[in-house]
């Protein structure tokens, strides 16, 4: 039966199905404009979104300029140049490319085209939000696996909710918020529990901050030796700094699963600087390598500091840091947005005094580290 609140919003919105108007919203955080206008402030240090702080590659910026006498014609509708760059650095056909606006966007196509009302969908809490709204979206059930005490995957937890009957099993590797790992054994082991017909979906947004990690999981070998259905999730919103680009894609495991996922793709659904910039960004490793350089010689730094004013800061392989405080994380978010600080305290049940901390230029995350060290020791 639904309950009292479901019930108000479908009094509130009787043209929604149900399965809409109960959905939360996904929290997309405050803009620095919006913490502008509130607190009457003009400096601000954004650490909520996981933003590469040091911006794209010098090629997209020199290229800028010329995309201005393109802007009255459509896009390229199937990014076909993009997709061929992808498919040619991961070894794979380019129709087996799928190119979205932002891989958010292939989530929710993902829910689209392989959910039905009742069907089952595993993954784990806390995560991305959106891996739990948009299967409820489609009137999926959702069964969320907590991570560990230790803030660590709950292995045997997943292994056990995947053997029963699922249609998708969906998580980010890294994990987004916690920053956890899994390894390439424990990623083999939880795909062989699942049944023989389900989707793997692997959001691999934030793979470049792992993959020097001699642990971290090739996840397309492992997934090209099995049988069952896979996607990847990759993004240019992180490591390659193009997040206001909104340009993300997947690998399929075949031309057939990236062509359902076609079907229900809106038209001419990235644009042509973001498809542009893309390109000139996968071009240029040299300069993204770099930026994780920097980005994880400062995440140590200041998951170290976090550490030393006697804080838990869980294991991380990501470009932000997941941190226990000693009072709920709304509160402490607040009082660090009255000093121009964004950063974003976690929602979830059981994870109210958790947030999660972007890292930013090596001056912001002095900034933070001081005005943590002032309000909770």
Same mark, same amino acid.
């Given at each position: 039966?639904?309950?009292?609140?479901?019930?108000?919003?479908?009094? !509130?919105?009787?043209?929604?199905?149900?399965?809409?108007?109960? %959905?939360?919203?996904?929290?997309?955080?405050?803009?620095?404009?919006?913490?502008?206008?509130?607190?009457?402030?003009?400096?601000? =240090?954004?650490l909520g979104s996981n933003e590469n702080p040091y911006g794209p590659s010098p090629n997209v910026i020199a290229g800028w300029a010329a995309l201005a006498e393109r802007l009255g014609?459509?896009?390229? $509708?199937?990014?076909?140049?993009?997709?061929?760059?992808?498919?040619? @650095?991961?070894? %794979?056909?380019? *129709? !087996?490319?799928? =190119?979205?606006?932002?891989?958010?966007?292939?989530?929710?196509?993902?829910?689209?085209? /392989?959910? #039905?009302?009742?069907? !089952?969908?595993?993954?784990?809490?806390?995560?991305?939000? &959106?891996?739990?709204?948009?299967?409820?979206?489609?009137?999926?059930?959702? *069964?969320?696996?907590?991570?560990?005490?230790?803030?660590?995957?709950? &292995?045997?937890?997943?292994?056990?909710?995947?053997?029963?009957?699922?249609?998708?099993?969906?998580?980010?590797?890294?994990?987004?918020?916690?920053?956890?790992?899994?390894?390439?054994?424990?990623?083999?082991?939880?795909?062989? $529990?699942?049944?023989?017909?389900?989707?793997?979906?692997?959001?691999?947004?934030? !793979?470049? /901050?792992?993959?020097?990690?001699?642990? /971290?999981?090739?996840?397309?070998?492992?997934?090209?030796?099995?049988?069952? +259905?896979?996607?990847?999730?990759?993004?240019?919103?992180?490591?390659?700094? @193009?997040?206001? &680009?909104?340009?993300? /894609?997947?690998?399929?495991? #075949?031309?057939?699963?990236?062509?359902?996922?076609?079907?229900?793709?809106?038209?001419?659904?990235?644009?042509?600087p973001a498809q542009v910039a893309a390109c000139a960004a996968l071009a240029d490793d040299a300069y993204m390598k770099d930026c994780i350089r920097k980005t994880v010689s400062e995440?140590?730094?200041?998951?170290?500091?976090?550490?030393?004013?006697?804080?838990?800061?869980? +294991?991380?392989?990501?470009?932000?840091?997941?941190?226990?405080? +000693?009072?709920? $994380?709304?509160?402490?978010?607040?009082?660090? &947005?009255?000093?121009?600080?964004?950063?974003?305290?976690?929602?979830?049940?059981?994870?109210?005094?958790?947030?999660?901390?972007?890292?930013? %230029?090596?001056?912001?995350?002095?900034?933070? @580290?001081?005005?943590? $060290?002032?309000?909770? %020791?």
């Open positions: 039966m639904p309950d009292s609140v479901s019930l108000s919003l479908l009094a !509130r919105y009787p043209l929604c199905r149900p399965e809409v108007s109960g %959905l939360p919203r996904y929290n997309a955080g405050l803009s620095e404009d919006e913490v502008r206008r509130r607190y009457g402030l003009q400096n601000i =240090v954004k014609r459509y896009p390229d $509708a199937a990014a076909e140049t993009l997709r061929h760059d992808i498919a040619r @650095l991961n070894g %794979l056909e380019s *129709d !087996r490319v799928l =190119v979205g606006n932002g891989s958010e966007q292939i989530i929710r196509l993902i829910a689209e085209a /392989y959910l #039905s009302p009742g069907e !089952r969908v595993v993954t784990v809490r806390p995560a991305f939000g &959106l891996h739990e709204i948009y299967p409820r979206m489609m009137g999926a059930e959702v *069964d969320a696996v907590p991570v560990g005490s230790d803030a660590t995957f709950d &292995l045997a937890a997943l292994q056990t909710a995947v053997k029963r009957p699922t249609k998708i099993l969906m998580f980010a590797n890294p994990s987004n918020p916690v920053g956890c790992m899994m390894s390439g054994a424990a990623l083999q082991d939880l795909i062989d $529990a699942c049944p023989s017909h389900a989707l793997i979906v692997v959001d691999e947004a934030y !793979r470049e /901050y792992a993959e020097e990690d001699s642990e /971290y999981p090739d996840a397309q070998v492992i997934l090209e030796k099995q049988p069952r +259905p896979w996607v990847i999730l990759r993004t240019f919103s992180k490591a390659y700094g @193009l997040a206001a &680009l909104r340009i993300g /894609y997947a690998l399929t495991s #075949s031309a057939d699963v990236a062509k359902t996922l076609d079907t229900v793709r809106d038209p001419f659904n990235t644009n042509m995440r140590k730094r200041v998951a170290g500091a976090l550490k030393g004013m006697g804080l838990f800061v869980a +294991p991380t392989w990501t470009n932000f840091v997941f941190v226990r405080v +000693p009072v709920p $994380a709304d509160q402490l978010a607040t009082e660090l &947005l009255k000093r121009g600080i964004i950063i974003k305290p976690w929602k979830e049940k059981g994870f109210e005094t958790w947030t999660r901390i972007s890292i930013g %230029l090596p001056t912001e995350n002095d900034t933070l @580290l001081q005005a943590v $060290a002032d309000l909770v %020791l």
